[in-house]
């Protein structure tokens, strides 16, 4: 520790240049305010100038689940352009950011026509609200215990059939949600059978997938 010199004279040349009657030690307060200064320092409370400044808070996570649903190469968002009772036979797929997904059905052909497949959302999600659009006889839809998997068979003949839903909110120890569709006509799995959104867009394949949030699943 630095010494302070005890008086203001000089020592001469009899005297003893370190002899501790010529020094004192810092006071209490001066210690003190010394130790005190250099916490203030090494914790950052103190800006340039001696004045006290808080730490700014670090930035907030990145919501898990940003953004809207996406299927790569194909736009989802909006009803198929011109869809009407009685159009060609597929199974007609598009979302809306207001209302959640909708499924449709219809043919232009004399029926009846059979409608199947399976819905099924990844861990982080689960489906809600679920409504079968209209009930003829023979037409089946129901929902896993877990709420993960949602089954259809419709019978379909120049009307419509359908259903909608909505997918449960983002769970911040996911960062995406996945939903996984199965759609199949008759017999068939083809993808020229599904039309996605307003463009009549068809998946790649069948199964195929749609993800929201960063592109990871768990």
Request: a neutral charge.
């Amino acid at each position: 520790m630095t010494v302070i010199p005890a008086g203001t004279e000089h020592a001469g040349s009899g005297a003893d240049p370190i002899s501790p009657h010529r020094f004192r030690w810092p006071g209490p307060h001066r210690v003190l305010s010394v130790a005190l200064c250099a916490a203030l320092a090494g914790g950052g409370l103190l800006a340039a100038g001696g004045v006290a400044s808080a730490q700014p808070p670090p930035p907030a996570p990145a919501p898990a689940c940003s953004g809207g649903w996406s299927i790569p190469g194909v736009q989802i968002e909006g009803a198929p352009r011109g869809f009407d009772a009685g159009d060609a036979g597929r199974t007609y797929l598009w979302h809306d950011g207001n209302t959640g997904w909708h499924m449709r059905t219809t043919d232009a052909r004399p029926g009846p026509h059979h409608y199947w497949g399976a819905i099924t959302t990844s861990n982080a999600a689960s489906l809600a609200d679920v409504k079968k659009v209209k009930v003829d006889s023979g037409d089946q839809l129901s929902v896993s215990p877990d709420k993960r998997t949602l089954y259809y068979s419709f019978t379909t003949y120049t009307g419509i059939d359908g259903i909608d839903f909505h997918v449960s909110g983002c769970n911040p120890a996911y960062p995406s949600q996945t939903l996984t569709f199965e759609m199949h006509k008759n017999d068939n799995d083809r993808t020229d059978l599904i039309d996605i959104g307003p463009n009549h867009a068809h998946p790649a394949k069948n199964p195929f997938s749609a993800t929201r949030g960063a592109p990871w699943t768990r």
